[in-house]
């Protein structure tokens, strides 16, 4: 089945460190990827949406500068976390689909970001 | 607009029982519906999903679920509850063909499944 890899699975720093995250589609090409976040014991949250080549979507109170989104490729997508701080602590999943309206999102292992 | 509500945060069945988790969705468009399922510290797996084809559908794992829209409901069922399956368990709908935002999921609060020997 489709297999979506995220980069790094846990990652742990300082205040003001910016932080970057690697979503890839390693069988298919990724036309859309999308990013979520998860607070614990919550749902997913819908960050962007990103499409190759073109610039990310934001939902409604996403700031676009905190959380810089690049999809360069069909196969790779970026989120870049910016002068991180505590409250950006939380569980960042990544998820491909490969375009068609039926396809279902696959979904990457997510990665674990913590801000001391 | 759409949303997702899954009735019971916490389900808890025996081995061997039948589980129920209940899923009601509202959308304004005809929806895709789908069916993950998330372990501890990991990202999502698809179950299962209704993209306007068959109202029953099989998933992996012996999971199924009924498609009902006079009900709006998607409720996910298993006829027996193996150790494995504790986990939490994500309802999420879609727009489908038509929708402004199709594509974009959005997902219910979650059900943790409890499976007890």
């Known amino acids: 089945g489709a297999v979506v890899s995220q980069h790094p699975s846990r990652v742990i720093c300082k205040s003001g460190t910016s932080v970057k995250i690697e979503c890839r589609s390693l069988?298919?090409?990724?036309?859309?990827m999308f990013w979520y976040r998860q607070f614990p014991k919550q749902s997913l949250m819908l960050m962007a949406t990103?499409?190759?080549?073109?610039?990310?979507?934001?939902e409604q109170g996403v700031e676009k500068d905190k959380f810089l989104i690049n999809h360069a490729s069909l196969t790779l997508s970026t989120l870049t976390v910016t002068s991180a701080h505590p409250e950006d602590s939380s569980f960042y999943i990544c998820?491909?689909?490969?375009?068609?309206?039926?396809?279902?999102?696959?979904f990457g292992d997510g990665t674990r970001l913590s801000i001391l | 607009a759409q949303s997702v509500t899954q009735l019971g945060s916490h389900v808890s069945v025996s081995e061997g029982a039948l589980v129920l988790l209940r899923c009601n969705y509202s959308?304004?468009?005809?929806?895709?519906l789908f069916w993950y399922v998330q372990y501890p510290n990991q990202g999502l797996q698809l179950l299962l999903k209704?993209?306007?084809?068959?109202?029953l559908v099989k998933g992996i794992n012996g999971f199924e679920a009924e498609f009902k829209k006079s009900e709006t409901s998607f409720h996910l069922t298993k006829p027996s509850a193996h150790m494995s399956d504790a986990a939490e368990y994500f309802c999420?709908?879609?727009?489908?063909?038509?929708?402004?935002?199709?594509?974009?999921?959005?997902f219910g609060q979650g059900t943790i499944l409890t499976v007890h020997p």
């Open positions: 998820s491909a689909s490969h375009g068609q309206t039926n396809q279902p999102q696959h």
């Open positions: 069988d298919f090409q990724a036309t859309t």
């Open positions: 990103s499409n190759e080549g073109s610039k990310a979507t934001y």
């Open positions: 959308s304004s468009v005809p929806p895709y």
């Open positions: 209704y993209t306007s084809a068959a109202t």
């Open positions: 999420a709908v879609s727009e489908g063909p038509g929708g402004t935002s199709y594509g974009k999921l959005t």
